[in-house]
């Protein structure tokens, strides 16, 4: 537990301090681009639907960066930008306001995404990883208010990293870089969400 806490600390720091470096112009918010020439690998996005509080599998075939934390990223990127579709099933503002801005054009969803050695238990053989996700504060402010839409965007998210990435086991969530109650004033953002606690693709 003490490393655990001692590792969250280490990423609070470095979210922290890359914060000031955007409020100095220092950071570059510009998406992780891959090289030209990689092939497509096929992926799984899990996107939420409001109109009955399921999750539905969406396969999707892009390329991804060898690294696994730039390839978190990526997905989630990917994911979140669903949210913005005028035709979304799940919009980010209302549907009304997802309509009025055009794709790409909207501020960043996420700073960052780090993933961190989950620590083992004596005789345990592996733990798995845990992925911290650093939502934006744009992204949290434009989120629709409500336990329900709340729940499904963190579904989604903790579904689509263990989907594609399976060694992901936890999953914690930071906005602009520090711990926050609720994303919007209802779902819990101060516990660690188990992966396999997630809701199964189809929302059964």
């Known amino acids: 537990m003490l490393l655990a806490a001692v590792m ?10 890359r914060a000031a470096d955007r409020l100095h112009g220092a950071q570059d918010r510009a998406p992780i ?12 996005l899990l996107i939420p639907n409001d109109a ?6 969406s396969q ?3 390329p991804l960066p060898q690294d696994e934390g730039a390839r978190a990223r990526v997905l989630l990127e990917s994911l979140l930008e669903t949210f913005h579709d005028p035709k979304s099933t799940h919009p980010l503002g209302g549907a009304a306001s997802s309509k009025s ?11 960052a995404v780090f993933l961190i050695p989950v620590p083992q238990a004596a005789g345990q053989r592996s733990a798995g990883t845990m992925a911290v996700v650093n939502f934006s504060a744009a992204f949290a402010q ?10 499904l965007t963190l579904l989604a998210v ?8 399976p060694g992901i086991t ?16 209802h779902a819990d953002l101060t516990r660690t969400y188990l992966a396999a606690e997630t809701v199964p693709a189809g929302g059964q």
Do not use: Y
């Not at 009955?52 to 599998?57: K, T, Y």
């Not at 903790?158 to 990435?165: Q, R, S």
């Open 8 to 17: 969250m600390a280490a990423v609070l720091i470095r979210l922290r301090e």
């Open 33 to 44: 681009v891959e090289p030209a020439g990689v092939p497509a690998t096929p992926v799984a």
């Open 158 to 165: 903790i579904g689509t990293l263990h989907a594609n990435l």
């Open 60 to 62: 999707r075939n892009m």
């Open 101 to 111: 801005v055009p794709p790409k054009t909207h501020p960043p969803d996420l700073d």
């Open 170 to 185: 936890q999953v914690r969530f930071l906005v602009d870089g520090r711990q926050q109650e609720t994303l919007a004033g």
């Open 142 to 151: 434009s989120h629709p208010s409500g336990i329900e839409p709340e729940t």
């Open 52 to 57: 009955d509080n399921s999750l539905a599998e």
